[in-house]
């Protein structure tokens, strides 16, 4: 499965997370990767009020995990200052994974082996050329990655 979308603001970015956010089941693992600054903790918004969280989404940048309880619990992610898989690891992020919760992991893409192999990647991208707010946001699963 691999599905293309164009988003030309925040609000459509966070509109997009928000529809995945309805849609997520239990147990799915979403990698959401793209460079800093792009919008991943937007349309990270987006998706916990589709899932019925009411709580402000701040940026797990410092404590790596950050868990908010809405229709069910949203283990948010940043893995961008970990080092190594140790130290992934040690976080217990397989419990969360395979929990009752939905997991998004910004930056999954840094430890690509311990990714699901299931699991949904969303990739955003810029590209100037069609205007500062446009994102390409790609996302795929399975043989499509
Ligand atoms: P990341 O988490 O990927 O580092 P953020 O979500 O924190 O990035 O920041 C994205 C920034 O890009 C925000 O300031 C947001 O307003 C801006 N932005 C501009 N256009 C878009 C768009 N189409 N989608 C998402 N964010 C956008
Ligand atoms: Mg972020």
């Not at 995990?65 to 200052?81: A, C, K, Q, S, T």
């Not at 970990?82 to 969360?96: K, M, P, Q």
Request: glycine share 10%; with cysteine; charged share 30%.
């Amino acid at each position: 499965m691999k599905k293309v979308w164009e988003t030309f603001s925040p609000q459509e970015t966070e509109a997009l997370g928000e529809k995945m956010g309805q849609d997520a089941k239990p147990a799915q693992v979403f990698c959401l990767d793209g460079d800093l600054g792009v919008g991943k903790t937007v349309f990270t918004k987006g998706f916990a009020r589709g899932l019925g969280i009411m709580e402000h989404i701040t940026s797990p940048t410092f404590t790596i995990i950050n868990e908010y309880m809405g229709r069910m619990p949203l283990y948010h992610f940043d893995v961008y200052r970990i080092s190594c898989e140790e130290e992934l690891d040690d976080t217990g992020y397989e419990e969360y994974f395979y929990g009752e919760g939905v997991s998004l992991v910004e930056w999954g893409v840094l430890f690509p082996d311990l990714m699901p192999k299931d699991a949904i990647h969303i990739n955003i991208e810029k590209d100037f050329s069609k205007g500062e707010d446009y994102r390409r946001i790609t996302v795929s699963q399975g043989e499509d990655v």
